[in-house]
């Protein structure tokens, strides 16, 4: 079967950093990524790893471990326009499809 | 360039009744990929198409909707007939082509269908 967990709602400080986790197993495995979506706007991409490792890019910075089916999205300075769901997503090979998580809502506070 | 188009971007309907959503990807993209996001939840996948050939339609309950994309660019979603639990943000991707690197899909802006 396909599994991808995530919290559901994180909150935090402005300025502060924040970790994003997501724990997955799937039938197939070609690459995890992660998605930021502004409430009732559509996703919009923000990091994707396929090998074990750290991805770093501005603030914003994604782990994966694969023997252990866990991700990371680290998210630094934050800003009040950080408020949003974050979605993980891993890619299933066979069709090429991505299979989302339910997502996690973060809430910047001042 | 361009983003995904879709529309309309607000449907109400009443259950019964069907609906039309369209969806325009970006040009040169021979992937799409058709959404249902329902409120406080991620997005699943209903159908993707390569080109204008079906990859994947596992998830789409065939008996009310469906989807085509006959030239190879725009791409149609119907219901017919609507029910309550269609109720949900229907989301368009795109993506330039299957398998190598990140080959990231680009959402369109959704269309928020509601169902009375």
């Known amino acids: 079967g396909q599994n991808i967990d995530q919290p559901t709602e994180m909150t935090a400080t402005e300025g502060a950093i924040v970790q994003i986790n997501c724990t997955y197993q799937t039938s197939g495995f070609n690459g995890l990524f992660w998605y930021q979506q502004h409430a009732g706007e559509a996703p919009t991409f923000l990091s994707y790893n396929v090998l074990d490792g750290l991805e770093e890019k501005g603030r914003f910075s994604s782990f994966l471990s694969r023997s252990k089916g866990y991700s990371y999205l680290l998210l630094k300075e934050l800003q009040m326009k950080d408020s949003a769901s974050y979605l993980c997503a891993v890619r299933d090979p066979r069709a090429d499809k991505l299979i989302f998580g339910t997502g996690t809502r973060l809430q910047v506070f001042p | ?116």
């Open chain 2, 1 to 116: 360039e361009a983003g995904v188009a879709q529309s309309p971007r607000y449907k109400i309907i009443e259950k019964r009744q069907s609906v039309a959503f369209w969806c325009n990807p970006i040009s040169g993209h021979a992937t799409l990929y058709w959404y249902q996001q329902i409120l406080g939840q991620g997005p699943k996948l209903l159908i993707q198409f390569q080109n204008n050939g079906v990859v994947d339609d596992s998830q789409l309950p065939k008996d009310r909707f469906s989807a085509e994309r006959l030239k190879g660019v725009d791409s149609t979603l119907k219901i017919q007939p609507a029910k309550l639990e269609d109720s949900a943000v229907y989301l368009c991707a795109s993506s330039f082509s299957g398998g190598r690197g990140a080959n990231e899909q680009f959402f369109g802006p959704g269309t928020r269908l509601t169902v009375l």
